[in-house]
């Protein structure tokens, strides 16, 4: 009896904007003991050059396998772990096993990993993020935090601080989802953004679509101004590639390019160091 009223109560999730209270407080607990449990997983999303179609790394996206319940999606538990503040020790078993993950890569390979706005503010962020970085031997270089706008705007001054401290050990910041979130424009100048990443719903039939094609034009020409990469989310059709490669965006990210998938299943070639041509180039 109580474990269907759990099911009913998981399958209200996923048609509810609001989670009712109840609910919630059932997936809070579970997400505090998710990390011990081993119940989180990451999987892997290439981002690629659209000029060249190289592979230049991987973001890093969480994983909920329930053991009643199944996979639970991102968009439905991050909201609610962010309520209760253990999206603080989530991510950073979320940080850890990214950084640890691509050290196993060809050197470079970069690993994007998204941080809420709780996580950013949260005491001592950091110095945990620099410890993972020494306990794993990643190079800063590597490591690239995507931010969201809504993660800006709750304090923008310690916000700032805390990119500007995250820079300062070489790490990148890419501004994640632009375009849907709060005052875009001001945030791009404000922050030290390294990269900007539209939000797929402009991409979507970017090739078909007239308005859609100048929004990206738009960002697209903002990005240069700026001296900031571009990368488009949600490539979907070869359609919309060919639009965003003809219009000289750098890099895109999508199912059409490849989609997540766990570490195991990445593909050898592209993790391992050629060492066929890097012989061929000292030659
Ligand atoms: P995001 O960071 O903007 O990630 C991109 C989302 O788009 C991912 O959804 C990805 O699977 C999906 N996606 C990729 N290619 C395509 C495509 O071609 N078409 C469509 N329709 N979707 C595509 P996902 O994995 O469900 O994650 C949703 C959101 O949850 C993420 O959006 C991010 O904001 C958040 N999230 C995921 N993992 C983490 C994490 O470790 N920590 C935090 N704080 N947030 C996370
Ligand atoms: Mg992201
Ligand atoms: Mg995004
Ligand atoms: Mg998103």
Redesign the pocket.
Known sequence: RAKSEGRDTYRFYEHAMGIEARSRRIMEHELRHAVTRNEFH??Y?PQKKLDTGELIGY?????WQHPERGNV???IF?PV??ESGA?VP??EW?LKT?CQAAVSWKSNLMVA????AI?LHSVNFVQTVHRILLETGLSPHRLEI?I?ETALVRDMHRALTTLRQLKALGIRVAM??FGTGYSSLSNLRAFPFDKI?I??SF??QVDTNEQAATIVRAVLGIGRGLGLPVLA????TSGELSFLAKELCQIG?????G??SPLDDLHEDDLRTKEKSADANAA
């Open positions: 990451l999987v999303q973001e890093a996206l969480l994983r999606s991102p968009g991050i772990a962010e999206i989530i991510g979320v990214a990993v998204n941080v809420s996580q995507e969201t994640d989802d990443k939000d797929g991409i979507r989310e949600g490539v979907e990210q999508g199912y059409y390019l989609r997540p």
